[in-house]
């Protein structure tokens, strides 16, 4: 059943991509700009603007450049950025990677601490923890990311000198043998720890800035899910039974309270990736979100249309992975 | 006399001879009192022979040089050899003959070389670079450079004559960018430039041109790259092997590329085989960095030792710190409010210069990072003429023009600028405030930068542009007309240029038209000096606000740095150096 579930998906993903596509490339096209001009800069001449303008098939018809487009796309050719001069298959190759992997640590810090928190904040109801748990929640839904990165790199980095300012590495410092593009995981693959605790110290501030409103949105939904199934009947009746106390919140509570949880998740994730512009921009951090916003600066259409198809991928995968994850979770939730 | 006060050339002799003047200041003086720039040349050197100049041979700890002045004197070298500079963008396009933008050129000045460059804080000297020496004719017809024997580029292939003249052609024949640096003297590479032996190289114009050595000496497109490089990276879609070049560096300069990552950073190691002297740092880092206060923290903290892009009240901070340096500069860029030709008449555009809050945007704005000037030439560029008078505010004056001119009270106006930009907000918001109170309307529209842009430099037509918008320029070399026709030729109009507010005079253009051509130096100021009354006065195309100063920060420890009024943002890497302290 999940199998069919997954094929199905899938096979639906096509025609997502192809519709996002052409809403995407309609709407770069209909705002009157020549990106040849901007590219070339206000001081190259006519001749030389031209000159980018067929080098990139600007001058064709705008039906003709789409048809262009999707017939590369076929063989995963995202054409060439007009800001970058590279293949945006290139670029995504080194900038994707740097925001999944900090997406990744940043929805990792919300689900390890953000659970627990939400699970004691319901447990221990209006207890001094559940304040803590509770103004985390508002807190981190508050407090500006680029405001929050700034501070904590002032206090962190410029006045005690704990952590780096941002990058992914330390200028010098070698890349690991390239696997995932994760530099976490290609330097645990290549067996250098000292690597990996490297690259976890640069992952550290800009992950935690932009984990955070994940975290809180993650304790908020835990707190009301665990609050919800707390009062229900077959909690009490586990409770009558003599169960230890964490077995029931954990066995019977936390797997059914989970369930709205693990679609915000999902939904989150999806927004860590194409949210991180700021947060890139702060820590210097060489990802897809200043790329893209470059890019749009630029109106560079190959670079922007790909980067929202890649998005708009990544946003139906983690939904069909939270789909299966809830199929797994509750078996009573049938594959329709 | 009182060499203080110089108010003839004796008089500047003297000051200059009894080191009370800076270069700078000989110059500007020089040309206030109709000296002609080889009188001043000569002037300097006297002021050489004569004595100490006003740089200081030593660094005083913590103090903030005035110009142009970190201290070579007296070396006691650091063990530390490597340079960090920040940048607050990547730079996509590595290509020198392609590549038309600001860092860019700071990156290249590390590693690729043009054949002259600027002397030192000079905008009129050169000194060579790639070149040993060079001379031309009387008349400016023929420039023949002779180079090292010894110079090759990172690739290893010899740089001779051979190789320079394939690299001014690929320049010139693929068109990119800057081109019109040099095709403006050199049409026909093939025939125009001559080997005449393996280090010497002639470049022969058909008329006499006496600009031909500062477009020589610009830092955007005359840069030498490897044609070695160029054949094994050329495809039959790419016979400029542009995309290669745009994405690796083979030049000749001291220093060659290690790791370049367009948004991360860059970093060079010294090259051994460079034909000059040999530099003092070992590696030379360039880091992008975006965020302004980033880039603050990182040149406070010491992990950065240099940066060109901090804004002007992070600056203000940054003089007060004793670790770091800020050195103030000159520029030759002067901004501008663009003036809608269409919709405005001349008495209307007369009235709104007087309106303009000249000093409190200097003062308050640009927190004092630019001074009044009087037309669109900086007093560093050959052309500048300083009878020609400056405006300040006046609103009475204002008043009576724009009455004149059939604007009446509650007119609206409209100013456009690009929305995030501090800078142009606040200026437009005073010159809102001076409007109001002769009655006067002016509506603030805050656009995308790229949406700017679009309308600036496309095809829109005037009437549906607004009445200002703001702008600014430098020229590519010192040349009066490189930093006008762009900007002001009814040529240039629309996508043709940079006339973004459609100025179409005859006489002016007329005037352009000569300029382009003029053969000396004299005629050069002449023309420039008529045409910058027109656009200032007679029939102002822009309302002329400041002339820009720049600020470099370095570290306390770095020495040799020298900037440049063309040269801005960049780094003269190759003399730059850090003590023991």
Redesign the interface.
Same mark, same amino acid.
């Given at each position: 059943m999940i199998v069919h579930l997954i094929v199905r998906r899938l096979f639906f993903l096509v025609f997502v991509l192809l519709g996002l596509s052409l809403i995407t490339f309609v709407l770069s096209h209909v705002v009157? +700009?020549?990106p040849a001009?901007?590219i %070339? =800069? #206000? !001081? %190259?001449? #006519?001749? %030389? @603007?031209e000159?980018?303008r067929k080098e990139y098939g600007l001058d064709q018809p705008l039906w003709r450049q789409y048809v262009r487009y999707l017939s590369g796309l076929i063989h995963l050719d995202f054409g060439k950025s007009l800001? *970058?001069? +590279?293949p945006v298959s290139e670029d995504l190759a080194r900038?994707l990677p740097a925001t999944i992997e900090l997406a990744l640590y940043a929805m990792l810090f919300a689900v390890v601490v953000g659970i627990p928190l939400g699970v004691l904040s319901a447990v221990r109801r209006n207890s001094f923890l559940d304040l803590i748990g509770r103004t985390i929640s508002i807190l981190g839904l508050s407090i500006p990311s680029f405001w929050l990165a700034?501070i904590l /790199?002032?206090f962190l &980095? %410029?006045q005690l000198?704990l952590l780096p300012? =941002? /990058? !992914?590495l330390p @200028? =010098?410092v070698k890349e690991p043998p390239r696997v995932t593009g994760l530099f976490t995981v290609d330097a645990l693959l290549a067996g250098n720890f000292g690597l990996f605790l490297l690259a976890l110290k640069h992952l550290l501030m800009p992950s935690f800035v932009l984990g955070l409103a994940a975290l809180a949105i993650v304790t908020r939904m835990v707190r009301s899910g665990m609050l919800e199934v707390l009062g229900q009947d077959y909690i009490r009746t586990a409770r009558a039974k003599g169960l230890q106390p964490h077995v029931v919140i954990l066995r019977h509570a936390l797997k059914n309270a989970l369930l709205p949880a693990v679609t915000v998740i999902g939904l989150q994730f999806g927004l860590l990736m194409g949210g991180a512009v700021l947060v890139e921009?702060? &820590? *210097?951090w #060489?990802g897809i979100g +200043?790329?893209t916003f /470059?890019a749009i600066?630029? &109106?560079d259409y190959n670079a922007v249309i790909s980067v929202t198809l890649v998005i708009g991928a990544a946003y139906v995968l983690v939904n069909l992975l939270v789909d299966v994850i809830y199929v797994l979770l509750d078996p009573r939730i049938r594959v329709t | 006399m009182d060499p203080r006060r110089p108010e003839d050339a004796l008089g500047l002799l003297l000051a200059a001879r009894t080191g009370r003047l800076t270069r700078r200041q000989i110059l500007s003086r020089g040309l206030q009192l109709g000296l002609s720039t080889p009188a001043i040349l000569a002037l300097l050197a006297a002021c050489q022979r004569g004595g100490e100049t006003a740089t200081p041979t030593t660094a005083p700890a913590g103090a903030t040089p005035q110009a142009a002045q970190t201290p070579t004197a007296g070396r006691r070298e650091s063990e530390n050899r490597e340079f960090v500079v920040l940048f607050f963008g990547g730079v996509p396009d590595l290509d020198p003959q392609s590549a038309y933008d600001n860092q860019a050129s700071a990156l290249f000045l590390a590693c690729y070389e043009m054949l002259i460059k600027l002397k030192g804080e000079s905008t009129f000297e050169y000194e060579p670079m790639l070149a040993r020496e060079w001379s031309h004719n009387e008349n400016f017809t023929e420039f023949t450079f002779k180079l090292p024997p010894n110079a090759v580029f990172h690739d290893g292939s010899p740089c001779d004559a051979d190789a320079v003249k394939r690299s001014f052609t690929r320049f010139l024949k693929m068109g990119r960018g800057p081109v019109n640096v040099i095709s403006r003297f050199v049409e026909d590479p093939d025939e125009q430039i001559q080997v005449v032996d393996p280090t010497t190289i002639k470049f022969v114009m058909a008329k006499p041109q006496p600009l031909f050595l500062a477009a020589m000496a610009s830092e955007y497109g005359p840069l030498v790259v490897s044609p070695k490089a160029w054949d094994e990276h050329k495809t039959a879609t790419d016979e400029f092997a542009h995309d290669w070049f745009s994405q690796n560096i083979v030049g000749t300069g001291p220093y060659k590329p290690v790791e370049l990552l367009q948004q991360e950073r860059f970093v060079f190691e010294r090259f051994d085989q460079y034909h000059g002297e040999r530099p003092f740092f070992d590696r030379i880092i360039a880091r992008v960095v975006p965020e302004d206060a980033t880039r603050r923290q990182l040149m406070e903290t010491g992990e950065a030792h240099g940066c060109a892009y901090i804004n002007p009240e992070d600056l203000l901070a940054m003089k007060q710190n004793p670790n770091l340096q800020v050195i103030e500069y000159d520029t030759t860029e002067v901004d501008w409010i663009r003036m809608n030709y269409a919709l405005l008449n001349t008495k209307a555009r007369q009235g709104f210069c007087y309106a303009w809050p000249y000093q409190e945007v200097i003062e308050k704005v640009l927190r004092g990072f630019a001074r009044p000037i009087n037309g669109p030439i900086a007093d560093t560029v050959i052309g500048y003429d300083p009878s020609i008078p400056t405006y300040t505010t006046d609103l009475q004056k204002a008043k009576q023009l724009l009455t004149e001119a059939g604007i009446k009270e509650g007119d609206t106006f409209t100013y456009m600028y690009s929305s995030g930009d501090q800078t142009d907000a606040a200026m437009a918001q005073l010159f809102q405030a001076n409007l109001a109170q002769i009655g006067i309307r002016l509506e603030l529209q805050q656009v995308e930068r790229a949406a700017l842009l679009e309308l600036a430099y496309g095809d829109t037509p005037p009437e549906q542009r607004p009445h200002f918008m703001s702008g600014g320029w430098w020229p590519d070399y010192n040349d009066s007309w490189n930093q006008i026709y762009p900007n002001y030729h009814s040529d240039s109009v629309g996508s043709k240029g940079s006339n973004a507010m459609f100025y179409r005079n005859p006489e002016v253009d007329r005037l352009m038209n000569q300029l382009k051509d003029a053969a000396s130096e004299d005629e050069i100021r002449r023309l420039t000096g008529q045409i910058v009354k027109i656009l200032t006065w007679d029939d102002p195309a822009a309302i002329f606000y400041a002339q820009i100063r720049k600020a470099t920060v370095l570290q306390k420890d770095i020495r040799g740095f020298v900037p440049n009024p063309i040269y801005i943002n960049s780094y003269n890497f190759w003399a730059m150096w850090r003590e023991a302290l």
């Open positions: 009157p +700009r020549d001009r901007i %070339a =800069g #206000p !001081r %190259a001449s #006519p001749e %030389a @603007v000159k980018i800001t *970058s001069r +590279r900038y700034l /790199q002032f &980095f %410029a000198g300012d =941002g /990058q !992914r @200028v =010098g921009i702060i &820590f *210097s #060489p +200043r790329y /470059q600066q630029n &109106f | -």
